[in-house]
């Protein structure tokens, strides 16, 4: 049997779901709550559905023959509706078109503000690890710990949660974190988070390792500026210094492929988004937060250095000016304390990004070859 469904990738269906936070882009309805049903306490109603179908047929809708395999299963022909409205757009060609349904997933995705009301994404993001990523609270805080209650997962699910303790001892050192948006915090775990299931939704309670210490904002850093060649110091250095890891990604360094950051990659997913600014201050908390696990000479620190505490991240627009994103940011720096700036941050583009990790991944094999010869003489 030859392939001739167009499906959506699994990548392809969560962006969807993102992009209209989880609500019904037709009739407005949530399309996540708990559930004592479901395995994982979260009930998921929510359907990524195709706009042309993604195969031609007898039941297909708004089949469009000229479309590629890619056109067909590319996130712009998908649209994130109920399950009930799943079924109706499929019943009713006449009243749904292609048109229509475009129409509709545009200015639903325009109008899902997660800072506004009536948002069903109650609370903010909260990250354990790099694979569970979950809108949630905190519920307490004290030297016993923190509590956080998780109301549905972005990514993950409810059995990563509960294989945590199981599987914590094979997460890699670097993974084993909790970032916390609500508070623009993080820090890596002291021990194995316990997990609890309380009436309908999931509680986690974790105690963090003590942080390291940060470099002083106002005085210890000087670099060379990449722009004209002068010396930068101070704050100066800092701003350079924060634009670079943020516009260095990940695993694009060949010396260490577990540097940089996400930023890029969040960019082209989430663009036009809310979710973007939300996802981004997340990485921002991590590179603040969760030191490198390269000692430097001067001692285990963050990739930004200096940075205690995320405080605010927004992106005003999403336009590129020479490649690069301004985001305001409001950081509470070692030192200075509270401090607002707007970075320009580059942004590698989807070929870039490919290039660049493949060059990185081959020059670090050469690297590790070289090593290893080394060792032996
Ligand atoms: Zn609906």
Redesign the pocket.
């Known amino acids: 049997m030859t392939k001739t469904r167009n499906d959506f990738s699994a990548r392809t269906k969560l962006d969807l779901a993102l992009r209209a936070s989880y609500v019904?882009?037709?009739?407005?309805?949530s399309?996540v709550g708990p559930s004592d049903e479901a395995p994982d306490a979260v009930t998921m109603i929510g359907v990524a559905a195709h706009i042309c179908s993604a195969a031609p047929g007898p039941g297909a809708r708004r089949y469009d023959p000229t479309m590629t395999p890619e056109e067909r299963s590319h996130i712009d022909n998908g649209i994130w509706?109920?399950?009930?409205?799943?079924v109706?757009i499929d019943r009713d060609e006449k009243r749904f078109t292609a048109d229509h349904l475009r129409r509709m997933k545009r200015e639903h995705e325009g109008s899902r503000r997660i800072e506004g009301s009536g948002s069903d994404a109650e609370g903010d993001l909260i990250s354990i690890g790099r694979d569970i990523v979950a809108v949630g609270s905190i519920v307490h805080s004290g030297p016993d710990g923190t509590r956080v209650r998780l109301s549905h997962f972005v990514s993950g699910s409810g059995r990563d949660l509960w294989s945590l303790n199981r599987d914590f001892g094979t997460w890699l050192p670097e993974r084993r974190y909790v970032l916390l948006n609500e508070l623009g915090f993080g820090g890596l775990l002291a021990d194995p988070p316990i997990v609890e299931r309380v009436g309908q939704a999931y509680e986690v309670q974790f105690r963090l390792q003590d942080q390291v210490p940060r470099r002083d904002a106002a005085a210890s850093l000087s670099t060379m500026s990449r722009e004209d060649g002068r010396l930068l110091h101070g704050l100066e250095a800092y701003i350079q210094h924060f634009e670079t890891v943020l516009g260095m990604a990940l695993g694009t360094w060949f010396a260490d492929l577990g540097q940089g950051s996400d930023l890029s990659d969040l960019y082209w997913r989430y663009r036009g988004s809310p979710w973007f600014g939300r996802l981004a201050m997340m990485e921002m908390i991590r590179l603040s937060c969760i030191p490198r696990f390269k000692e430097g000479r001067d001692g285990p620190s963050t990739p930004f250095l200096a940075v205690n505490r995320i405080d605010r991240v927004e992106v005003p627009s999403f336009d590129l000016t020479n490649q690069k994103l301004a985001i305001e940011v409001r950081f509470d720096l070692e030192g200075l304390g509270q401090w607002d700036h707007v970075l320009s941050v580059f942004v590698s583009t989807p070929e870039q990004l490919a290039r660049g990790r493949e060059n990185a991944r081959f020059h670090n094999k050469k690297l590790r070859t070289i090593e290893a010869e080394n060792r032996k003489v």
Do not use: E, Q, R
């Open positions: 019904c882009s037709s009739c407005k309805l399309t509706l109920c399950a009930s409205c799943g109706l």
